[in-house]
């Protein structure tokens, strides 16, 4: 974990090094174990350093050609020193870093293994690499203004620099609204963006270009099946490799445990190679369906030193301040805030965790269980008469779940929003917005459209890639990475790894949705990977996520604290909102209507967003 900051002035006076020092600074959080500063000509760099275990050397590294800042792990850097001709001391991610840019430039990227975000200074030719891992693990944000650029970990560092503005991009809250995130390479702020994953961005006094270094190896439309056993043993043993590279450095290491079958076989993989690794999960006191106690049944089979961390309301409530700071952009998921106390928990007892994110958008998971039912009803509706189809259309079209229903099928489904979450659609946004303009009828399919693009495979496939990019990219990791940061922890993804993410992608989409005994399996291969390990009941029981009953909360416990963000956003400083709309998510959630509670929520988060610029 670490925080990068850095401005350059390609022409006229040198950057102040105090500006970088104060971007440093809102991210000290990422990095308190040590800061580093390269200030030469038109460059002011600044680096925080968090130690995990191995010794870390104090970043900017500085050569005579290069000048090289990590956020993250190269997690085969000795191999890539090697591939690169040369040799670097075990532990030296950032060494061998510069090995690779002066073996293959801008190519590097194609050559690493890990989760990064890198800054590259050439010295020589005057130019700056951004580069961020291929499924966007960690962050990195930047702005341009003429000839000035910076860059930073975080978006809040980058308002430290006077010229970057804080006007709101309008045109992107409707996307806000629709996936309850804003995509890479867009932010909610006009003149801020990201580095989009597994892209590079190049910037000199004369340009400024991207290019997309790695897309993942789909199985073909037309690919024959792989034996089943020797598919389930090679994944096996490439997600025991990955558990294997990030156990490095020593540092005391746990498991977010829920039970679910990600962290499950991360547990399990992790039991030959760590004496008892301690394991943590979350639960909420007035949850009516915890989920704690088959992550309990698990820790136990698995002997795991296992600790259960439970959330009352009260602290729900004192929480959202704190995660709407640790995050520093708006991401509208109620799950942040159990989160980042499952964070602080869990950092109490060890400086590093694995996290089972991936496991859903890899292997099929409950998002492949929606489609289906979904395709069943949609297909049901055109098999209609032409008038019951009118006549259902109106009756549908009052409800968001009718509407999805009744929507055309195209492209796999593009039309139905399949690739994350859908809260605002267009109808309630016509409804919400005041400004008719920001509405954005087909955003859905904008932002979606890119992530199907030239992609040669099944459907199952394809609409798992664009979950890969929209829910876990910009929501899951967005929100482990910002909440394990605030509080001291360094997390890794184990399903991520590059051979366990290409293993995945190369099978073809019915080991991801099977159909066994007249019901539909998803996840299959990890099931298949656990059945030896866990009883049936453990392995074949649905999914449910981390636990937020949201809409129970705040039409009760968190009454209190309902009221008070409503009266803030009612207020409407900016005048976005039709107040009457508002009131009708107010009263909806009196009532127990679930799609009110999470409405108001992404736009309690957005609110309080907007009033920290």
Same mark, same amino acid.
């Given at each position: 974990? #670490? ?32 800061f580093g500063a390269f200030n030469s000509g038109p460059v002011a760099l600044a680096h925080r350093l968090r130690r995990v275990g191995a010794s870390q050397s104090v970043q900017p590294l500085v050569q005579s050609d290069v000048v090289v800042m990590l956020d993250g ?133 004369? %340009? ?64 030959? +190679? ?22 309990? &049944? ?13 959330? #009352? ?52 998971? %409950?998002? +492949?269980?929606?489609?289906? %039912? ?8 055109? &098999? ?59 955003? &859905?399919?904008?932002v979606l459209e890119p992530f199907y693009a030239n992609l040669y495979t099944d459907p199952i496939n394809a609409i798992l890639h664009a979950y890969m990019r929209s829910w876990l990219g910009e929501g899951s990791l967005t929100r482990a990475d910002r909440t394990a ?55 074949? %029981? ?41 009131e009708r998510l107010r009263y909806g959630v009196g009532h127990h209507k679930r799609e009110c509670g999470i409405r108001l929520w992404t736009l309690f988060l957005l609110d309080a967003w907007l009033d920290s610029l």
């Amino acid at each position: 974990m #670490g925080g990068l900051a850095g401005l350059i002035h390609f022409r006229g006076d040198p950057p102040d090094p105090e500006i970088a020092k104060r971007m440093s600074a809102t991210m000290e959080h990422r990095g308190p174990d040590g800061f580093g500063a390269f200030n030469s000509g038109p460059v002011a760099l600044a680096h925080r350093l968090r130690r995990v275990g191995a010794s870390q050397s104090v970043q900017p590294l500085v050569q005579s050609d290069v000048v090289v800042m990590l956020d993250g792990w190269i997690y085969d850097h000795e191999a890539l020193s090697r591939r690169a001709g040369s040799e670097v001391p075990a532990g030296n991610d950032v060494g061998a870093l510069v090995h690779a840019w002066r073996r293959w430039g801008l190519d590097f990227s194609q050559h690493i293994d890990g989760d990064f975000a890198v800054a590259i200074w050439d010295r020589r030719s005057k130019t700056l690499c951004l580069c961020r891992d291929r499924l966007g693990v960690r962050p990195l944000f930047w702005a341009r203004e003429g000839e000035r650029f910076a860059f930073a970990s975080q978006l809040p560092a980058l308002l430290e620099v006077p010229w970057v503005s804080h006007d709101v991009q309008l045109e992107n809250m409707a996307e806000y609204l629709a996936f309850r995130v804003v995509h890479a390479p867009r932010t909610l702020l006009r003149v801020v963006h990201q580095v989009e994953p597994a892209y590079w961005l190049q910037v000199n006094a004369d %340009r400024l270009r991207t290019r997309r270094y790695w897309y993942p190896n789909y199985a073909a439309v037309d690919a024959p099946a792989p034996n089943e056993t020797e598919v389930v043993d090679a994944l096996q043993e490439a997600v025991q490799r990955s558990v294997r590279r990030r156990l490095r450095g020593g540092a005391e290491t746990g498991l977010y445990l829920s039970g679910g079958l990600g962290s499950t076989a991360i547990a399990a993989s992790a039991r030959n +190679l760590y004496k008892q690794l301690p394991s943590f999960t979350i639960s909420f006191a007035d949850d009516p369906n915890p989920e704690s106690p088959f992550a309990g &049944r698990v820790a136990r089979l698995l002997n795991t030193e296992h600790h259960e961390i439970v959330m #009352g309301s009260a602290e729900l409530a004192s929480a959202f301040a704190p995660c709407v700071q640790s995050m520093g952009q708006p991401v509208g998921n109620p799950a942040c805030l159990l989160q980042l106390t499952l964070a602080k928990a869990a950092a109490a007892r060890v400086k590093v965790v694995f996290s089972g994110d991936g496991g859903e958008e890899l292997f099929g998971g %409950r998002m +492949l269980g929606g489609l289906a %039912r979904s395709l069943r009803l949609a297909r049901a509706f055109a &098999r209609l008469p032409l008038p019951m189809q009118r006549l259902a259309t109106r009756v549908l079209s009052r409800r968001p779940s009718g509407r999805r229903i009744v929507t055309p099928l195209d492209r796999y489904g593009l039309e139905l929003g399949l690739g994350g979450a859908n809260i605002f659609d267009k109808v309630e946004r016509q409804a919400l917005l005041r400004n008719p303009g920001l509405v954005r009828p087909q955003v &859905r399919h904008d932002v979606l459209e890119p992530f199907y693009a030239n992609l040669y495979t099944d459907p199952i496939n394809a609409i798992l890639h664009a979950y890969m990019r929209s829910w876990l990219g910009e929501g899951s990791l967005t929100r482990a990475d910002r909440t394990a940061a605030a509080a001291g922890l360094d997390i890794r993804f184990p399903l991520l790894d590059r051979e366990v993410v290409q293993r995945a992608a190369a099978l073809p989409g019915s080991f991801k949705l099977r159909r066994v005994g007249g019901s539909l399996h998803t996840r299959w291969l990890l099931r298949s990977i656990l059945s030896g390990v866990l009883p049936p009941v453990l392995v074949n %029981r649905p999914k449910r996520g981390m636990p937020t009953p949201l809409e129970h909360w705040l039409a009760g416990p968190g009454r209190l604290f309902m009221e008070s963000r409503f009266a803030k956003l009612k207020k409407d400083e900016r005048r976005l909102w039709n107040v009457d709309y508002l009131e009708r998510l107010r009263y909806g959630v009196g009532h127990h209507k679930r799609e009110c509670g999470i409405r108001l929520w992404t736009l309690f988060l957005l609110d309080a967003w907007l009033d920290s610029l």
